[in-house]
Structure formats: structure tokens, C-alpha cells
């Protein structure tokens, strides 16, 4: 028999979720330098109680000409105390601890006048490589009809500068929006003659199409130029293949001709359309996050010393709360008379000073986090910072447990950051690493096994190069306990090709 009816039931859990100040610290924490130094100028925009601390002469300045401004308006002790409005309960502001617990504990700030005059001068107009394309093109003798093809032609090109589109695409989109017939040999045609343009190659179909344009440009050795041709549009499966003794046979040539030949097509561009423009180019840089030198004592015993650990800040102001506000908060409170307006101003001041005083701790509480854990890798990895090399198995969570955080803070602050060394330039990723155990019982860094081999690939016999399994019998002969599988794994993540394509002609 079927029941209905209302149930009332209880039940017992439990859920933690990140309060606000928490959501903005773990935001702050994972924000490089240049993403911090944005954050901080947007919220400085949006709160008008946060600004930028001032040197400490004109902070005492402030201070006197704030005690002035409290000996002009002395309070009378045998008047009343005005009504407080319901809305002020609760709405008092600790202004001792928020005027005075703002400044960045040990960290000094500074900006050029230099360098703020170079942000402010504008980057130069660079045309884009399909404006160019365009300009190529108004020169060329093309009818109304072959004009159209060029933009659905140019409009279509790739980021590598591909025309891969099917010809008969182009065609009913013409027809279509314009109300033109047109046959697909206009197409081929259009893009044949758009293939000469600068960058040559653009507009190609594959990357066969592509070498086979700039190799007819080629205006050196004929005889190479020719064998070049015929290899690319007869031989392109062997050329692919690095079958070297099928090509010298079908192409009847000799050892140092069919070098010839493939020095000049790998001398050619795959890619026309990768253009970096000039702008993009000056805008892609690290800028490091820390600085970690590793200083010698003077007199002491060789191999002792000290690092030394700076956090990068120069271009993230020191903030604190306005004293304005508190001036104004001050005049609100003391006023006799109570009006609507000032319950809201009152509330506006508290909520921002609030939230000033949040986003301050959490950027104090992100360079603690980001120093502890900074001076964690140092202490795990004192060999290379000391040396270059020596790189030991580190994982993220023997530095979670050494600070006493979770795993995902740790992430958070290895993520996108980058450390400045006397060795060059690293991203703290580049320390975590799996280990490998030798036969001598000791652990390495799965990074020094693919630096080695990175070394005997980069020394190998081009004529016959290494095959994955040569390259683990090798390393088992230095003592690394490695499998030709992860051998594999390694070298596909160096980005090296397998043995067969490495093959060069010598």
C-alpha cells in the first residue's frame, strides 16, 4: 500500500567553508608579483580608505598636525553625551590597531622616478601580419571577384599562417553573401598568387605546400634548388621517414649532396604565420618573485656562509588605512545633532576601513607564507643554490609538513613564481621533482637523470643515434635504476624526437 504523508527528520553534519578573508588571501597568494602589483591598484581604486603609506617625516607631521587639530576642538567634560543612533552599536573601530598595524614588517619599497616615466611612454604601432597581407594585396591586379576570395582567403589563415579551408567553403560563402558565382580554380588561383607574398608560404595548404613555395624562391645552388624540388613533391614520404639510402638511390645523388639538400630545407620557415609582433615580444618577461644568493664568510672555514632571501615588493607600495577617515569618522561621532545621513556614513567608513584592514593583513599574511616556504626549498635544496647543481627528490609535501600548511597553499605559492639565483632564473616548480633510487642506495632527482640524459643524446653519433632501450642500458651502467619505458617518458618530455628522426646525414 502506498504512503504519503510529511516526514520530519534531523540531521547531523559537518561543513567548513572559507570565510571572505580567506578567499582573498588564497587569491593573493597564488598572484605572481606583476599580478599582486594590478591587485593592489585596483583595490586601491575601489576603497578610498586604503592608500599609500608615507615616509615617516611626513608621517609625523601627520601625527602633529593631528594633535593640533584635537587641542583646536577640546570636549567638554560636563557636556552631555549626545544620543547614539542605534545603527552606531556596535560600529566602533580599534583606529590604534588599524593606523599602526599596516606597515610591511622588514620590507623597504621603492620605484625610480625613471622607471614610472618609462611606463607612461606608449608602446609603437606595430601592423599586424595580416595588415600587411593586405596592403601586399591591394597591389595585386585582382578583379572585384578575386578580391573577395583574398578576404575569405586571409580571413581564414591559421596561427601558423595555414589556409586550410575547403575551397568549396569559400565559394558558397561568397555566393551566399554576396550573391557572386565563382569556381573553385579562382580560389586556388587567388591563393597561389597570395603563397608569394611575404612571409613566403602563407596561405599553404600543408607544411609539403609550404617548404615547396619557399624552396622555389630559393635563389642559391640550382642544382640543389632542383634535387630540392623533386625530393619535396615526389620523395616526401621517404624525406619524412629519414629513409637516407631510399633518397640517395631515387634521387641518384651522393652523401654530401643529399646533406646539401637537407640543410636547406630544414633552413626554411614551417611556420610563416608565427610572427611575434615586436610589442608582444617586449612585454613577455619574468619577473622574479625572490632573490636568493648564497654568501661565503669572510673568515671562516670554507663551505660556510649564509643565503641571503629577499622577497620581490619593489613595485607594491606599503598601504595603510587614510587618517582622513578617522578625522571624518571622529567629526561624525562627535556631532550633537544626529542626522539619517551620517548612520550611512558612519556604515560606509566602518565597512572600508574593514576591508582595508583585511586585504593589508592578507597581503602581510602572503609574504609570510611566500618567505617560509621560499626558505623551506632553500634548506631542502642547499646544494644547488650553493653550486648549480645537485638537484635532490623533493616533493610538495615535504615542504607543506616542514611549515606546518596544506599541500594546496604550497601549490598556490610554487605556482607561477619564479626565483632569481646566481645560476639564472627558475620557476619554483622546477625544484619538485621525483626521486630515483641508484644502486649505490643513494636518491636522485629525477631531473638530474634527465639532464644525463639530455647529455648522451646531445653526444650520440648522429649516424646511428640512440635508441631508447641503448639509452637505458647506459644509464644502468652509471648506476641509475631506470626502465626503458620511463627512458621513453624522459625523453618525450625533453621534447626529443625517437631515434629514427634524430638520424642525420654526417
Not at 22 to 43: A, H, N, S, Y
Not at 80 to 85: K, S, V, Y
Not at 470 to 483: M, S
Amino acid at each position: 500500500m502506498l504512503k504519503t504523508g510529511q516526514n520530519i527528520s534531523q540531521k547531523q553534519s559537518l561543513q567548513q567553508k572559507l570565510s571572505p578573508q580567506q578567499i582573498q588571501f588564497v587569491k593573493l597568494l597564488q598572484l605572481p608579483t606583476i599580478g599582486l602589483e594590478q591587485r593592489v591598484k585596483e583595490e586601491m581604486e575601489m576603497n578610498p580608505v586604503l592608500e599609500e603609506a608615507e615616509s615617516i617625516a611626513e608621517e609625523i607631521m601627520q601625527e602633529a598636525a593631528d594633535e593640533e587639530w584635537e587641542k583646536e576642538e577640546p570636549k567638554k567634560e560636563n557636556e552631555d553625551e549626545p544620543d547614539i543612533d542605534p545603527v552606531d552599536q556596535n560600529e566602533e573601530i580599534d583606529w590604534d590597531s588599524f593606523l599602526h598595524n599596516t606597515e610591511y614588517d622588514g620590507m623597504n619599497y621603492s620605484s625610480s622616478s625613471s622607471e614610472e616615466e618609462w611606463k607612461d611612454i606608449p608602446n609603437p604601432y606595430h601592423e599586424t601580419l595580416l595588415e600587411e597581407l593586405e596592403q601586399q594585396v591591394a597591389l595585386l591586379n585582382f578583379n572585384d571577384q578575386e578580391k573577395l576570395v583574398a578576404d575569405q582567403i586571409l580571413g581564414s589563415l591559421d596561427e601558423d599562417g595555414y589556409f586550410r579551408r575547403d575551397p568549396d567553403a569559400v565559394v558558397d560563402n561568397i555566393a551566399f553573401n554576396h550573391g557572386q558565382l565563382i569556381k573553385k580554380e579562382q580560389v586556388e588561383n587567388v591563393r597561389r598568387q597570395i603563397q608569394n607574398l611575404e612571409p613566403v608560404g602563407i596561405a599553404s595548404r600543408d607544411l609539403r605546400d609550404c617548404l615547396l613555395c619557399q624552396v622555389k624562391h630559393f635563389d642559391g645552388n640550382g642544382i640543389i634548388k632542383k634535387i630540392a624540388i623533386e625530393l619535396l613533391e615526389n620523395e616526401w614520404d621517404a624525406f619524412e621517414k629519414k629513409h637516407f639510402d631510399k633518397l640517395r638511390n631515387r634521387l641518384e645523388v651522393d652523401d654530401e649532396t643529399l646533406k646539401k639538400v637537407f640543410e636547406l630545407i630544414k633552413g626554411l620557415n614551417p611556420r610563416p604565420g608565427a610572427i611575434i609582433n615586436p610589442d608582444e615580444e617586449t612585454r613577455q618577461y619574468i619577473e622574479p618573485d625572490f632573490e636568493v644568493y648564497y654568501e661565503p664568510a669572510g673568515d671562516a672555514k670554507e663551505g660556510e656562509g649564509e643565503f641571503v632571501i629577499r622577497l620581490n615588493q619593489r613595485n607594491v607600495p606599503p598601504l595603510r588605512i587614510s587618517p582622513e577617515y578617522k578625522q571624518m569618522w571622529d567629526r561624525l561621532k562627535n556631532k550633537k545633532k544626529k542626522e539619517s545621513d551620517d548612520s550611512q556614513a558612519r556604515k560606509f567608513i566602518k565597512d572600508k576601513v574593514e576591508s582595508a584592514q583585511w586585504f593589508i593583513d592578507s597581503i602581510r599574511q602572503r609574504q609570510d607564507t611566500l618567505m617560509r616556504t621560499m626558505k623551506t626549498i632553500v634548506s631542502l635544496q642547499e646544494d644547488f643554490f650553493k653550486h648549480g647543481e645537485g638537484l635532490k627528490p623533493m616533493i610538495l609535501k615535504d615542504v607543506a609538513e616542514r611549515i606546518e600548511m596544506d599541500i594546496s597553499t604550497v601549490s598556490r605559492v610554487v605556482n607561477g613564481k619564479y626565483v632569481q639565483t646566481s645560476f639564472g632564473v627558475f620557476e619554483l616548480k622546477y625544484f619538485f621533482s621525483e626521486g630515483l633510487e641508484t644502486e649505490s642506495g643513494e636518491d636522485v632527482s629525477s631531473r638530474e637523470v634527465k639532464k644525463l640524459l639530455e647529455d648522451l643524446i646531445d653526444k650520440e653519433d648522429k649516424s646511428k643515434p640512440l635508441s631508447d632501450q641503448a639509452l637505458t642500458d647506459i644509464l644502468k651502467e652509471k648506476g641509475y635504476k631506470v626502465a626503458r619505458r620511463t627512458v621513453s617518458k624522459y625523453r618525450e618530455s625533453l621534447q626529443v624526437p625517437v631515434a629514427r628522426l634524430r638520424k642525420q646525414i654526417i
